[in-house]
């Protein structure tokens, strides 16, 4: 009888845990779905119609190109297109683009989506990696592990999780001064993960949301500068950046 009561209770509680993971999966999966998508302002910038997408997820793809290529991990939750004039504006220089669709748009369920992009496309000699807050660590984490295969590893709004002080890999940091979500101290207090070969560009009045273009952001400080202005120093900041690599 206290065998058979034990197992009773075994039972239950194996189901009961059973229930919490699936409910907290799938509590995550929805709240996953509840995403940042691309401004009436970026829409107004570009047909977004009219991007071109390849087995990964966005492309940009130059009438002139350099032979070389830029890879943007998505911010979490945000969507893809919400770097589309980023995407634009850099490929018109003659970099490939690419803006890859990361699984529940998280860049750490996705950190090796660079590994396929970078196959696919042979003629690109030279490959530059990087995302948007959450976005920048799954890059940082594919950089760490390929090194000798990348140009240039950079962060917008973000800082590596992983020790690139003994590196020698070139790294960018271009930091909102009014970011609400990484803060000028955590860019401060994580100066000391990035490799000596490192740039930190300031964006004066520049805020977290604004390193994409979907609005407002939950938990961030207002910009004292437009979406458009801070895009545009973003693409400045990432082309004088890359074109000395």
Same mark, same amino acid.
């Given at each position: 009888?206290?065998?058979?009561?034990?197992?009773?209770?075994?039972?239950?509680?194996?189901?009961?845990?059973?229930?919490?993971?699936?409910?907290?999966?799938?509590?995550?999966?929805?709240?996953?779905?509840?995403?940042?998508?691309?401004?009436?302002?970026?829409?107004?910038?570009?047909?977004?119609?009219?991007?071109?997408?390849?087995?990964?997820?966005?492309?940009?793809?130059?009438?002139?190109?350099?032979?070389?290529?830029?890879?943007?991990?998505?911010?979490?939750?945000?969507?893809?297109?919400?770097?589309?004039?980023?995407?634009?504006?850099?490929?018109?220089?003659?970099?490939?683009?690419?803006?890859?669709?990361?699984?529940?748009?998280?860049?750490?369920?996705?950190?090796?989506?660079?590994?396929?992009?970078?196959?696919?496309?042979?003629?690109?000699?030279?490959? @530059?990696?990087?995302?948007?807050?959450?976005?920048?660590?799954?890059?940082? &984490? /594919?950089? !760490?592990?390929?090194? +000798?295969?990348? #140009?240039?590893?950079?962060?917008?709004?973000?800082?590596?999780?992983?020790?690139?002080?003994?590196?020698?890999?070139?790294?960018?940091?271009?930091?909102?001064?009014?970011?609400?979500?990484?803060?000028?101290?955590?860019?401060?207090?994580?100066?000391?993960?990035?490799?000596?070969?490192?740039? @930190?560009?300031?964006?004066?009045?520049?805020?977290?949301?604004?390193?994409? &273009? /979907?609005? !407002?952001?939950?938990? +961030?400080?207002? #910009?004292?500068?437009?979406?458009?202005?801070?895009?545009?120093?973003?693409?400045?900041?990432?082309?004088?950046?890359?074109?000395?690599?």
């Amino acid at each position: 009888m206290k065998r058979s009561t034990a197992k009773k209770w075994s039972i239950r509680i194996a189901l009961g845990i059973v229930s919490l993971l699936a409910f907290a999966v799938i509590g995550f999966i929805l709240y996953a779905q509840f995403d940042y998508g691309p401004s009436e302002t970026l829409a107004e910038q570009v047909d977004l119609g009219a991007v071109n997408r390849d087995d990964h997820g966005l492309v940009f793809l130059p009438e002139n190109p350099n032979g070389q290529g830029l890879i943007l991990y998505q911010g979490a939750k945000v969507e893809a297109r919400a770097y589309a004039y980023l995407g634009e504006k850099l490929s018109e220089q003659g970099y490939t683009v690419s803006i890859p669709k990361l699984p529940l748009k998280f860049g750490i369920f996705g950190v090796n989506k660079a590994e396929a992009v970078i196959e696919d496309y042979p003629e690109i000699t030279a490959w @530059f990696i990087g995302g948007h807050s959450l976005g920048g660590v799954a890059a940082a &984490m /594919y950089a !760490e592990e390929h090194q +000798d295969e990348l #140009a240039g590893l950079f962060f917008l709004g973000s800082y590596p999780a992983g020790d690139f002080a003994a590196s020698k890999l070139p790294m960018l940091s271009i930091y909102g001064e009014n970011d609400g979500l990484t803060l000028l101290e955590d860019i401060e207090n994580n100066r000391v993960l990035f490799s000596a070969s490192s740039e @930190f560009v300031e964006i004066p009045g520049g805020n977290h949301a604004q390193f994409g &273009m /979907y609005g !407002e952001q939950k938990g +961030d400080n207002p #910009a004292d500068i437009s979406p458009l202005e801070q895009q545009d120093l973003i693409v400045e900041a990432l082309l004088n950046w890359m074109k000395d690599k």
